[in-house]
């Protein structure tokens, strides 16, 4: 026989089957604590410890004074994978477009040119796209191209294809490099991406080679509350000692 859940556990449950079922959507403030106390026949402390750690595991958020609420959903991408923008919206259910900002061939600055191995001034393609689910911005693309890689760069329509797309179709990917790290968006992201200026954002900077040739740097930066990394591990902490 099962053992029964702890209190904070049935309460955790209770408000993951609301959100699932429908009964409370993204936004959608949920009962108070008092209210949660006197419908669910627990204690306080019992409620308190069920919020904070749905809050932990990003399922809700509380703001002091206001009560708490239904986390949006975040996209997951994942830490060692290229997928697209696109494919990663099309599976949790949302609807890709995407603005195009810039699309030019411009030289490249010192800390640009570094990461191709090549002279400063070299010309390089460069693009910035803002990408969209369900018409809410999810991710600003700022991406620098080896026009020896994909020479049709520039006249791709990037409103119907993505970037990772279309360089993944005309130059064959062997080797990527990921840097992950957190930062403040600047006024100017912030306005792109319709958040708070200094809004916390993961920012993806990646590195693509094929063949030798870097064929690719880009610079991904996603809001924080709509985001968020995974990764799998096979035998993690495994010997290879006989």
């Known amino acids: 026989m099962n053992e029964p859940l702890p209190r904070y556990e049935q309460v955790k449950r209770h408000i993951l089957d609301g959100i699932e079922g429908g009964t409370y959507t993204a936004g959608d403030r949920l009962p108070s604590e008092n209210e949660l106390v006197r419908a669910l026949s627990v204690s306080r402390m019992t409620v308190n410890r069920a919020l904070r750690e749905l809050t932990e595991e990003g399922h809700i958020l509380r703001r002091a004074g206001l009560g708490s609420f239904v986390a949006g959903r975040r996209m ?20 890709w477009s995407a603005d195009v900002l810039a699309l030019a061939a411009l030289k490249a600055d010192k800390d640009i040119a570094a990461h191709f191995a090549v002279a400063p001034g070299t010309r390089l393609f460069h693009l ?27 006249a791709q329509d990037f409103c119907a294809t993505t970037p990772t797309d279309y360089l993944l179709m005309v130059a064959p990917l062997l080797r990527a490099e990921h ?48 985001y968020e990394l995974s990764a799998r591990f096979s035998n993690v902490g495994a010997s290879n000692n006989s």
């Open 76 to 95: 997951r991408g994942h830490a060692a994978d290229i997928v697209s923008i696109r494919a990663e919206l099309a599976d949790r259910g949302e609807a």
């Open 128 to 154: 910035l796209v803002l990408h969209k689910g369900d018409g809410v911005p999810v991710e600003l693309e700022e991406r620098w191209v080896n026009p020896d890689i994909a020479p049709d760069l520039l």
């Open 179 to 226: 840097v992950v790290r957190a930062v403040a968006a600047t006024p100017a992201e912030s306005r792109k991406l319709d958040v708070k200026a200094g809004t916390a954002c993961l920012e993806i900077n990646r590195r693509t080679w094929t063949g030798e040739r870097v064929a690719s740097y880009a610079r991904l930066l996603y809001p924080g509350d709509r």
